[in-house]
């Protein structure tokens, strides 16, 4: 049986070896390995998927992008550069024109002119901000011809000769000598003159209007009139009659968009023991709006009024036998406005950003009453009230026979009797003024003697107007610049920060009004620039303010960045690698192709 297995065993193993050889290449075929060849051209089908994917995302990047772009309305960036960097190497001049007027005085006028300048140059301080350019003529009036210096002049040339005479200032009516010198000098906007008369009683006054008069004796020297004559000109219309020639920032009492809001109080500190009321409307028509008028161009003033009751005062009182009263001293005021129970509050329109000053009178409770307000040399004050910087002021008012209780009623409602009323009214009048800056006195004190100042009705004279409204001018300007200046460092360091329409327009219009408060300064037409330069500090303030850019002052690119990578990064970055992926497998795949293609070629 094993022999007869074997032979068919062998016998095929040599069938199957003569079998099994691989048929014969033919000697054109190139050899071919499918690692590194291949014989079809690879397809794009994949690969315009793969792209179409990734170029559907490329194609919505931009729609992405301008769902989320931030609205900047185009501001003028080099207008506002321009004006800081003119407002900060350019001094701002005002123009002004000096007319000294000498009658009765047998001097040269050129002399007399430059004697002037040397004593006005040694009291002209140089401020960095505002300056005042201002010219000098002087006129000697002979009575039958005149002499003028410099003979140019329109200003002293339009002076005529024998207008004024020493007989105008034989009375001592001053309100007559004003009124007749405001007829002879007309009171330009930037002009002030001032008189210096040979007379028989010696006198100095200030009007109120733009001009000044010195009644000297026949003996007097010129030089000293010279003296005074600087001196009234630069310490009084120009300085306005202060120790320091500006109103320190801090110190003008006028809001951020040109506002003030005066706010009148009449506190009733006990109404058991009595209640009072006053007729307003009647001392607003007679003293406010007058003053409120003046200063329109100032500041825009709005007032206010209101009654209130149970207001006890902070600080404490002691009675003083000699006096018969009870006193408060200096030293209590800041403890004398009581914020826990006076509950000034004013009306919505008083909001933002304007500024209020509270006005109050006080009226004491019985059992403190008389109150009266004794100074730091133990005399009593004659308007016993006292003011607080940028705050306001305070008048105690005893009632009449306040000690004599049975003589009110505590359920009867009594009335202020109007001259007490107007009393008051002209001393808050006199604080406000000197919220201002300005002496609520009417007498300045120089170095060359005593000013007497003529008061107006309208509570600030012409020349206090002016100085005003050049300061104003001033400091609103350069507050103007800083603000617009600010604004466009903040706008162009955060791309991200919305800039609407509103914004731009607010700012190109306090440009313009800068501008056009610059050239009317310039012109010295002071009553308009002040109303420019109000109008360009209120627009400037409320673009650097509006609501839009406090909300999104912080939102920045990379905020914006973290908001929507969580979405939108994990499949890009997938899609991304995928294109990269099939780009690479298709150019290797064609590589493949390239190497077959090349090596057929080669054998044939």
Request: negative net charge.
């Amino acid at each position: 049986m094993a022999e007869i297995s074997e032979a068919p065993d062998s016998d095929s193993s040599k069938l199957l070896g003569s079998d099994s050889k691989a048929p014969q290449r033919p000697d054109s075929e190139p050899e071919f390995d499918p690692k590194l060849m291949r014989k079809t051209k690879p397809g794009l089908k994949r690969l315009f998927l793969t792209f179409s994917v990734l170029f559907s995302f490329l194609l919505g990047f931009p729609f992405l992008w301008k769902s989320v772009e931030i609205y900047r309305s185009p501001l003028p960036f080099r207008e506002i550069d321009s004006l800081s960097t003119q407002l900060r190497s350019d001094t701002l001049l005002f123009p002004l024109h000096f007319h000294a007027l000498f009658v009765g005085f047998d001097s040269d006028p050129d002399r007399l002119r430059w004697s002037i300048l040397s004593e006005i140059t040694k009291l002209t301080s140089q401020n960095p901000k505002c300056s005042d350019n201002y010219t000098l003529s002087v006129t000697v009036d002979l009575g039958s011809r005149c002499l003028r210096g410099p003979t140019s002049s329109p200003h002293s040339s339009s002076y005529q000769c024998g207008s004024v005479t020493g007989d105008d200032f034989v009375q001592n009516d001053d309100v007559v000598v004003d009124e007749r010198l405001a007829s002879v000098f007309g009171g330009k906007n930037n002009e002030y003159s001032m008189a210096v008369v040979k007379g028989v009683s010696e006198r100095a006054v200030v009007g109120k209007y733009r001009h000044a008069w010195i009644v000297v004796g026949d003996g007097s020297d010129v030089e000293m009139a010279v003296v005074k004559v600087a001196e009234v000109l630069i310490k009084v219309f120009i300085n306005g009659g202060r120790e320091e020639g500006l109103i320190r920032n801090e110190f003008m009492p006028v809001g951020a968009d040109g506002k003030i809001v005066l706010s009148f109080n009449l506190l009733n500190a006990d109404p058991h023991d009595w209640v009072y009321d006053w007729d307003f409307e009647k001392i607003d028509d007679t003293l406010l709006t007058p003053m409120i008028e003046a200063l329109g161009t100032v500041a825009n003033i709005s007032v206010e009024s209101q009654v209130l009751y149970h207001t006890p005062k902070a600080s404490f009182s002691y009675w003083n036998q000699k006096l018969e009263s009870y006193v408060f001293s200096t030293k209590d005021l800041p403890f004398f406005v009581n914020s826990n129970e006076w509950h000034l509050d004013t009306s919505i329109a008083a909001g933002g950003r304007s500024k209020i000053l509270q006005f109050a009178v006080y009226v004491p409770s019985a059992k403190e009453c008389p109150l009266l307000l004794q100074l730091p040399n133990g005399e009593i004050s004659k308007t016993n009230g006292f003011i607080s910087p940028m705050w306001g002021g305070v008048i105690v008012w005893n009632p009449q026979g306040c000690l004599k209780d049975s003589e009110f009623k505590p359920s009867a409602k009594n009335i202020i009797p109007i001259q007490d009323l107007e009393n008051m009214f002209e001393v808050f009048i006199g604080q406000f003024r000197q919220l201002f800056g300005f002496k609520s006195l009417n007498v300045y004190t120089g170095a060359s003697g005593d000013w007497n100042l003529l008061p107006s009705e309208r509570g600030f004279t012409e020349w206090e107007l002016d100085v005003l409204s050049r300061q104003h001018t001033c400091f609103n300007l350069h507050s103007c610049a800083t603000t617009l200046g600010s604004l466009s460092r903040l706008v162009q360091s955060l791309p991200r920060m919305i800039i609407k329409d509103e914004i731009g327009k607010q700012v190109k219009l306090s440009l313009e009004a800068a501008k056009l408060a610059l050239s009317n300064a310039s012109s010295g037409v002071y009553e308009f620039s002040a109303a420019s330069s109000s109008q360009a500090r209120s627009l400037a303030e409320d673009a650097f303010f509006h609501p839009s850019i406090m909300s999104v002052s912080y939102y920045s690119f990379e905020h914006c960045f973290a908001v929507y990578s969580p979405f939108f990064l994990p499949v890009s970055m997938h899609v991304v690698l995928a294109a990269l992926r099939e780009l690479r497998r298709y150019k290797q795949e064609k590589a493949k192709y390239l190497a077959w293609k090349a090596k057929a070629n080669t054998a044939t």
